[in-house]
């Protein structure tokens, strides 16, 4: 088997993999009426502080007004809140409401049971085998999205 055979059969395991990693998650976003989509833009909000709308439109790789419709939405729930940048008064921060913040630690605790119950019973040596591999695709998949 040639490499990228291998790689093939090995992406069609990691989408098996990461299909009974999403039923751990899939019971928060029912019980938050969440799509992946909306918890991927509070988890982007988490990671990038002072998030404004352009940086949320980029994001979603969507116009400016479907992003302020997306946060909109958010925001009446408790997700999100806005604030005016006050040295640049048209300029709006997006930030976790009080309910994103729960959600998002409720997602943490999804995460460590998934490392606990599955990662935890690798070798150490695999782990770090692992953990190369994927800050190597980051940079990878980061570089490849920059120069395009």
């Known amino acids: 088997m040639n490499s990228k055979e291998r790689l093939l059969q090995a992406k069609r395991k990691s989408e098996e993999i990461s299909a009974v990693f999403l039923k751990e998650y899939q019971e928060l976003m029912e019980e938050y009426e969440l799509t992946s989509k909306q918890l991927n833009l509070l988890q982007f909000i988490q990671r990038n502080k002072q998030t404004t709308m ?20 958010l925001e009446g729930e408790g997700y999100l809140m806005r604030e005016v940048n ?19 630690s409720d997602t943490e605790k999804a995460d460590v049971r998934i490392i606990e119950k599955y990662y935890m019973q690798l070798p150490e040596k695999e782990i770090e085998a692992y953990c190369c591999f994927v800050e190597q695709m980051h940079r990878l998949v980061n570089g490849v999205e920059e120069s395009e």
């Open 54 to 73: 352009n940086d949320i439109a980029r994001f979603l790789n969507a116009s400016a007004s479907a992003a302020s419709q997306a946060i909109r939405k």
């Open 86 to 104: 006050v040295s640049n008064r048209r300029e709006t921060f997006v930030s976790l409401g009080e309910k994103g913040r729960t959600l998002l």
